[in-house]
């Protein structure tokens, strides 16, 4: 969630963080915390090691708002229902759906080039393609389920902070920390009913929840909503899809890239997404196995929470995509399938990258080093100590081919003109009649670093639509090599016709702050501290350095051992295999890597 940038900082500032998870026994008048711990264990290296609590409904409109921020005319057509659709024909390159409103039944017909069955489980796009071999597979579990979120909560329970599963003759619940809804404290139970699904009540979920809580109090003023369910992926999932399919559809409609792209959608998540439901079962499989088990016996209690411990640690990374690693594709390259060690320093090709720290030279500030999301690949230059090895020379070198007419920078995409440099705010409060105009200097703003438009900028490269750089070196900031070498690098002194496009002031930075390993348990040969953590971290020998190319959605595409000329080629041969040349460096014959999608 960190490379969607200043949406998630709203998210933080209305959601509830959760850090700690409680078990809890209950046996007639007899009460006790059987377990306490963290919430993710420090080895999974979470940059935000906390799960946050918010209503899919505040996500959606946090969402909406940015999206409005950067689209102008954008618009969510609320209560539209999909009835039909007609494919593209000889004469028209878009679909044709027609929707209906269902309040007022207006029908009305939209052009679309893509159509996202975005609908859910039931969906309407769905039952339209089944004529073309579309259809929902696999079996709903015999298992209802049913969540309430409650609204002025009071009890005198004392881990309703905290996510808690309690356990009692009458039941199991799971005890969720909610954000405030309308000011009042809230939470969110979620149980296993006996009935089915059609027959299920809430007046039924709501009074075995007071039940499995007595002997402790607990009521609330109301039920702001509920649902019962059959168990199945949920909207975290649902992110990470969507994280996947914008930025390879978004680069499809600006003609960057070749529409095959789309066809690694599937290859990519739908492994994803039956793994994530076996898990689930598997973890209804043990909680039903702890209802049947007697109340009175702790001992077996005991067994079933190591077994519980056991199946969490082993699929916490899993569950939150920490340890998903993509298969092998034109856009993922490795020599073979690969897996991510949990627990273990590194990062791998179709994995995510690891968190990590480090001081920007342009203002010397500690930044995080992952960028965030805006539909842009990321060229990580992890160079080591520049001093040593002839580093800096290799750089020099890589940098003058970079410039060259020829280069991926000028066959692919442009240079970018200045973004605004502040992004206005409403300076007037929601829901407010009054309507003035604020003195100069007195409205309100927010910004991003890189929306700033440098001091320097006439001497050193601007930003690019399809590439983002960032040279990250061992050595310290504030050491005379960096003072006497790579500053009049990144600041030249010249204007030139054909600037650097990776020595820039603001995306070079030092490998510089220390750090606890957070694998000092589970790989304490890794060390204890980490001098240079990014490297550490990403698996890079500082003494040979490595180039590594980060997809839109924050997964390792390639992975190279050193980062010199040579090496760079590895990375040209990658983008060359769907980039499609801008006009003037367009080329004929047949397209590289678009063949084949097999995972061989």
């Not at 209560?79 to 494919?87: H, K, R, S």
């Not at 004392?158 to 405030?180: A, F, H, T, Y």
């Not at 390879?248 to 994803?272: A, C, D, F, N, W």
């Not at 309507?435 to 320097?456: K, S, V, W």
């Amino acid at each position: 969630m960190q490379s969607f940038g200043t949406p998630l900082d709203q998210l933080e500032a209305m959601g509830k963080k959760i850090f700690g998870r409680s078990f809890w026994e209950i046996s007639g008048e007899s009460t006790r915390r059987t377990a306490l711990a963290r919430f993710f264990p420090s080895f999974l290296d979470f940059e935000k090691d906390y799960a946050l609590a918010v209503r899919q409904g505040l996500i959606e409109q946090v969402m909406i708002n940015d999206i409005e921020r950067h689209c102008e005319g954008f618009e969510v057509q609320w209560n539209c229902e999909f009835i039909d659709m007609e494919l593209p024909t000889r004469t028209s390159s878009s679909n044709a759906v027609l929707l209906r409103e269902p309040r007022t039944g207006r029908i009305q017909k939209l052009a679309a080039r893509y159509v996202v069955a975005a609908d859910g489980g039931r969906s309407s796009v769905r039952r339209w393609a089944a004529p073309y071999g579309i259809k929902l597979e696999g079996e709903t579990l015999p298992v209802t389920w049913c969540v309430l979120d409650v609204v002025n909560l009071r009890s005198n329970h004392p881990d309703l902070e905290r996510l808690s599963v309690l356990r009692s003759g009458k039941g199991i619940v799971l005890v969720i920390p909610r954000e405030p809804i309308d000011g009042k404290p809230s939470a969110r139970f979620d149980i296993q009913l006996a009935n089915s699904k059609q027959k299920a009540t809430r007046e039924e979920a709501a009074q075995m929840i007071k039940d499995i809580f007595h002997p402790f109090e607990i009521d609330w003023d109301e039920i702001n909503w509920w649902s019962a369910y059959e168990a199945g992926l949920g909207l975290n999932t649902a992110l990470l899809e969507a994280h996947n399919l914008a930025w390879k559809m978004g680069l499809v409609l600006k003609g960057v890239v070749v529409p095959q792209i789309l066809s690694t959608y599937g290859l990519e998540r739908h492994g994803v997404a039956k793994e994530l439901v076996q898990m689930d079962r598997r973890l209804v499989e043990i909680y039903a196995g702890l209802e049947k088990q007697s109340i009175d016996h702790y001992s077996d209690t005991t067994e079933w929470l190591s077994t519980l411990h056991t199946f969490q640690a082993s699929h916490y990374a899993y569950q939150a995509g920490a340890s998903i690693v993509y298969p092998r594709t034109f856009l993922t390259v490795s020599r073979k399938r690969l897996a991510v060690k949990v627990g273990k320093p590194d990062v791998v090709p179709g994995a995510r990258t690891r968190p990590a720290i480090v001081t920007r030279l342009s203002d010397l500030v500690p930044v995080p080093v992952i960028s965030r999301f805006d539909g842009r690949f990321t060229l990580y230059f992890l160079v080591g100590d520049l001093s040593k090895n002839s580093g800096l020379e290799q750089l020099v070198d890589l940098d003058a081919l970079l410039r060259r007419p020829g280069s991926i920078f000028s066959r692919f995409g442009s240079n970018l003109v200045d973004k605004p440099n502040a992004r206005r705010l409403n300076s007037v409060a929601a829901g407010s009649t009054l309507d003035r105009t604020l003195p100069a200097g007195r409205a309100l703003y927010n910004y991003m670093y890189d929306d700033i438009p440098q001091a320097t900028k006439h001497y050193h490269g601007v930003s690019h639509s399809i590439f983002h750089t960032s040279i990250v070196t061992t050595l310290s900031s504030t050491s005379s090599f960096v003072g006497e070498n790579i500053t009049k690098l990144i600041y030249p002194g010249n204007w030139s016709r054909h600037p650097s496009p990776i020595f820039r002031p603001q995306h070079f930075f030092s490998d510089d702050i220390p750090l606890l390993s957070p694998y000092r348990q589970t790989a304490p040969e890794a060390g204890a501290i980490f001098e240079h953590p990014m490297h550490s971290k990403w698996g890079v020998d500082p003494g040979v350095g490595s180039i590594v190319v980060v997809r839109p959605d924050g997964h390792v595409a390639l992975k190279t051992v050193g980062f010199g000329v040579e090496k760079f080629q590895e990375v040209e041969a990658y983008f060359e295999g769907f980039l499609i040349p801008n006009r003037a460096g367009q080329t004929s014959g047949k397209r590289k890597g678009i063949t084949s999608l097999s995972n061989n």
